[in-house]
T-cell receptor
């Protein structure tokens, strides 16, 4: 158990809908990262927050957004969902924003029908 | 741009045999290197990491990896594989220049036969 929690574990929804994935980092960690794992794209970095502020962006679609709240938990919002958004979404956390090990949560499996 | 290559998509070994999973990276300076393991339906677990110092690093579950700058490689090894090692293994690199995002390889699926 990495100490990173993600909810829900599974999510099934329809195209065009909007969903919110939630992540609670390990106690004491200030950085949260979101990754997407899909069959065709592999594991890709989406976005990073550090202590409430966006720190880095990767291959994140405009339909996706994220935020980190004062209690350091983070939410990833996915809107206007398409079939291709079906994937496993991982959250990871680390203590600081540089030179640190990232610990991964169990992931949220999103299925878009 | 940084990249990671794992040339072997799928490897099959017998239980008790030795294992080496290959990882090559592309980056102009010394990167920070990681190996993660993902069991079916599970998240990613860190096996080991290299930041600096001794180029042979020890990890959990009896794994080790060696950083070879001249070959831009960070291969993962285990002297004797157990059936519970069957999983997908990911090599990752971080550069910590502008961001500490992880760049992952495509993964190597390990199958272990009894």
């Amino acid at each position: 158990d990495s100490g990173v929690t993600q909810t829900p574990k599974h999510l099934i929804t329809a195209t065009g809908q909007r969903v919110t994935l939630r992540c609670s980092p390990r106690s004491g960690d200030l950085s949260v990262y979101w990754y997407q794992q899909s069959l065709d794209q592999g594991l890709q970095f989406l976005i990073q927050y550090y202590n409430g502020e966006e720190r880095a962006k990767g291959n994140i679609l405009e339909r996706f957004s994220a935020q980190q709240f004062p209690d350091l938990h983070s939410e990833l919002n996915l809107s206007s969902l398409e079939l291709g958004d079906s994937a496993l979404y991982f959250c990871a956390s680390s203590v600081s924003d540089s030179t640190d090990t990232q610990y991964f949560g169990p992931g949220t499996r999103l299925t878009v029908l | 741009a940084q990249s990671v290559t794992q040339p072997d998509i799928h490897i099959t070994v017998s239980e008790g045999a030795s294992l080496e999973l290959r990882c090559n990276y592309s980056y102009g300076a010394t990167p920070y290197l990681f190996w993660y393991v993902q069991s079916p339906g599970q998240g990613l677990q860190l096996l080991l990491k290299y930041f600096s110092g001794d180029t042979l690093v020890q990890g959990i579950k009896g794994f080790e990896a060696e950083f070879k700058r001249s070959q831009s490689s960070f291969n993962l090894r285990k002297p004797s594989v157990h059936w519970s090692d069957a999983a997908e293994y990911f090599c990752a690199v971080a550069t910590y220049r502008n961001t500490d995002k992880l760049i992952f390889g495509t993964g190597t699926r390990l199958q272990v036969f009894p």
